[in-house]
């Protein structure tokens, strides 16, 4: 059988003191201004990775896959970033990669000599204050000298990847 029995000592007052500490915390922990919450970065907006090598490039290709769709808030700062695995099918070429949206280039990097034996790594980023809205933002990859046919590896274990993060107010 069960019975109402009174509080124990430990919880006499807990009404009480719940009522103190969210007058004392002002609702959020101690925060006394709470405007300022919304400068704070707001974390990964968008991520996308593909896992299977895209082959045959000599030409600006959009990268299979590698293409996100944000929605970003007004006045908000934001960091695209990428990493690829290419290799040329002959030694010295060149690869040019580029974060765009549409066709207007944000970002580039070039990786001269690339190597038929071995895998680059290119890891670049860029930080960026968009106007507020839809932004659509992808990765392309390209033999920008050289006579070979680049190919963008990736894997389970090295997957290629562009990521977009809110890293917050401007």
Same mark, same amino acid.
């Given at each position: 059988?069960?019975?109402?029995?009174?509080?124990?000592?430990?919880?006499?007052?807990?009404?009480?003191?719940?009522?103190?500490?969210?007058?004392?915390?002002?609702?959020?922990?101690?925060?006394?201004?709470?405007?300022? *919450? @919304?400068?704070?970065?707001?974390? %990964? =907006?968008?991520?996308?990775? /593909?896992?299977?090598?895209?082959? !045959?490039?000599? $030409?600006?290709?959009?990268?299979?896959?590698?293409?996100?769709?944000?929605?970003?808030?007004?006045?908000?700062?934001?960091?695209?970033?990428?990493?690829?695995?290419?290799?040329?099918?002959?030694?010295?070429?060149?690869?040019?990669?580029?974060?765009?949206?549409?066709?207007?280039?944000?970002?580039?990097?070039?990786?001269?000599? *690339? @190597?038929?034996?071995?895998?680059? %790594? =290119?890891?670049?980023?860029? /930080?960026?204050?968009?106007?507020? !809205?839809?932004? $659509?933002?992808?990765?392309?990859?390209?033999?920008?000298?050289?006579?070979?046919?680049?190919?963008?590896?990736?894997?389970?274990?090295?997957?290629?990847?562009?990521?977009?993060?809110?890293?917050?107010?401007?």
């Amino acid at each position: 059988e069960i019975r109402s029995q009174p509080l124990n000592e430990n919880f006499q007052n807990i009404n009480t003191e719940l009522t103190a500490h969210e007058a004392a915390t002002t609702n959020v922990h101690g925060i006394a201004d709470t405007s300022l *919450l @919304s400068r704070l970065p707001l974390g %990964t =907006l968008g991520y996308a990775q /593909v896992t299977a090598d895209q082959t !045959g490039i000599t $030409t600006e290709v959009d990268l299979t896959g590698l293409s996100v769709t944000v929605n970003v808030a007004d006045g908000r700062r934001i960091k695209i970033s990428t990493q690829l695995y290419p290799y040329s099918t002959v030694d010295n070429d060149t690869v040019l990669a580029a974060i765009k949206e549409g066709t207007t280039t944000l970002c580039s990097t070039e990786y001269p000599k *690339l @190597s038929n034996a071995n895998a680059a %790594t =290119l890891s670049f980023s860029i /930080v960026i204050t968009p106007t507020a !809205g839809t932004h $659509t933002y992808k990765i392309t990859g390209q033999r920008s000298a050289g006579t070979g046919s680049i190919t963008f590896l990736a894997a389970t274990v090295r997957p290629a990847f562009i990521l977009v993060e809110d890293i917050g107010a401007v």
